[in-house]
């Protein structure tokens, strides 16, 4: 299974567009990566998920280059309500076990 | 719909003592999983199932048990509780139809500590 390395932290402004990078070198063909966010005392909660290129929802976007050895995740106008940690994620499509890594816990400031 | 509902939220074991972590899905879900999470930790996957009767371990099972008797019910059962099992237990359940993917959901969780 691909290991993912993100920032421990970011702090960002509302407003601001944030975009947290992570890293998975050994991706593998049939790996999809995906997104989660947590907020505190809360489970984890999906947000996006991609194979390649560009994906946009109603909450982020996801980019991935050709090489598909990292990916950003883009927020676009934060706002306090963001605060939180964001996983990213490598495995199978449908996979049966999520592999999490710390995390990059995104603080947002008025 | 309630979506995936944990009991209790929290709790207070003695060592050596035993219990059961509840999760109920109301989505029809066929799989579901639970995952404890260690202070600023990543979730760590314990077991799962993709459908009653069905059951594996995960990265971390020693010291728990599960069973799954219907679709809508997952328990967790901690035979003898330790003080290294002190974590916030959370219950996942997954659509399993080929080509959907709405990722996992998540419940709020149970944060068990154990003295």
């Known amino acids: 299974l691909a290991k993912t390395t993100q920032p421990i932290s970011m702090d960002s402004y509302e407003g601001q567009e944030v975009n947290i990078t992570c890293s998975h070198n050994n991706i593998a063909t049939n790996d999809y990566i995906t997104w989660y966010q947590q907020f505190p005392s809360q489970g984890p909660r999906f947000i996006i998920q991609g194979y390649k290129t560009k994906v946009t929802n109603e909450v982020a976007s996801l980019f991935i280059p050709a090489d598909r050895k990292s990916s950003t995740l883009s927020l676009p106008r934060v706002s306090l309500s963001d605060t939180a940690v964001y996983y990213c994620?490598?495995?199978?499509?449908?996979?049966?076990?999520?592999?999490f890594g710390t995390g990059t816990r995104l603080q947002v400031f008025p | 719909n309630a979506g995936v509902t944990q009991t209790p939220k929290f709790q207070v074991l003695k060592t050596g003592q035993s219990m059961t972590l509840q999760c109920a899905q109301d989505?029809?879900?066929?799989?579901m999983s639970w995952y404890r999470q260690d202070p600023g930790m990543g979730l760590r996957l314990i077991h799962y199932?993709?459908?009653?009767?069905?059951?594996d371990q995960g990265e971390v099972p020693n010291g728990y048990n599960v069973s799954r008797s219907t679709t809508e019910d997952f328990p967790l059962r901690l035979l003898s509780a330790a003080p290294s099992q002190t974590s916030v237990y959370f219950c996942?359940?997954?659509?399993?139809?080929?080509?959907?993917?709405?990722?996992?959901?998540f419940g709020s969780g149970t944060r068990l500590t154990v003295v």
């Open positions: 994620l490598v495995g199978a499509y449908n996979t049966d076990k999520l592999i």
């Open positions: 996942a359940s997954k659509e399993w139809r080929l080509g959907s993917n709405y990722g996992y959901t």
């Open positions: 199932s993709v459908g009653a009767g069905i059951t």
């Open positions: 989505m029809n879900h066929e799989y």
